[in-house]
């Protein structure tokens, strides 16, 4: 079974307007951590947003802010007044537990989105 | 400064060379990564290195072969290279020195493009 599962192949937005890109994830640990990657076209995977899942509230990175619901076991990710720049992939990862050092990421299979103007 | 910086960007290489992927990060982190990304799939994990030991291979097979030489720096020895191991290969690193493990974001170079002919 999928333990990052992104729904979206693609998102088409606006210059300016918000746009949610949702992640569910699977885990049985109580520990886990969750992560939101940006990929343009040049490769680079580039870090936006960590939600813990201990965290009280909500975690927020300017435009970026992750709508964290646990029950649901969801991760979504919004980005408020879109530019042309955020037109790439975006990554949902999750991290599992605190006691072994080194663990990898689990990504999900990632959303496009395209702003235009 | 989060930064990790692999070299090259770019690698072409025949199927009897031997080529070297390099990243270098001076972030003080403790484990390192090796992911390989085909075109619009998500990176897959291929090597953890943690405090300069091998800690996880996910069965990669022998043309491929990391060397952590010091805590700062990872190679990835390549050798008789297939054309399926055409690819965009990231080096991550996190700080993984206690606390939860889960908060231990990686942190991704560029990449290098690497194409087998």
């Known amino acids: 079974a999928q333990k990052i599962t992104q729904t979206q192949p693609g998102m088409f937005v606006q210059e300016k307007e918000a746009v949610t890109l949702d992640c569910t994830y699977d885990t049985s640990d109580p520990s886990y951590g969750l992560f939101w990657y940006k990929q343009p076209s040049s490769g680079e995977m580039i870090f936006l947003i960590y939600q813990g899942s201990y965290d009280q509230q909500n975690a927020t990175e300017g435009r970026y802010s992750l709508n964290f619901q646990k029950a649901r076991k969801s991760a979504n990710l919004v980005i408020s007044a879109s530019q042309l720049g955020d037109s790439a992939m975006y990554f949902c990862?999750?991290?599992?537990?605190?006691?072994?050092?080194?663990?990898?990421?689990?990504f999900g299979k990632g959303t496009t989105l395209s702003v235009s103007s | 400064d989060t930064e990790v910086t692999q070299t090259p960007k770019h690698l072409v290489m025949g199927m009897t060379n031997k080529k070297s992927l390099k990243c270098e990060q001076h972030?003080?982190?403790?484990?390192m990564y090796w992911y390989k990304q085909k075109a619009k799939k998500p990176p897959e994990l291929m090597f953890v290195?943690?405090?300069?030991?091998?800690?996880i291979n996910e069965s990669v097979p022998s043309r491929f072969s990391p060397e952590c030489p010091n805590s700062s720096l990872l190679n990835l020895h390549l050798h008789a290279l297939q054309p399926e191991d055409s690819a965009l290969y990231l080096c991550?690193?996190?700080?993984?020195?206690?606390?939860?493990?889960?908060?231990?974001?990686?942190?991704f170079g560029a990449g290098t493009r690497l194409s087998v002919l």
């Open positions: 290195y943690s405090y300069e030991k091998l800690s």
């Open positions: 990862a999750m991290r599992e537990g605190e006691r072994q050092a080194g663990t990898a990421l689990i």
């Open positions: 991550a690193s996190s700080q993984d020195q206690g606390g939860s493990l889960a908060k231990n974001i990686q942190y």
């Open positions: 972030m003080g982190h403790r484990a």
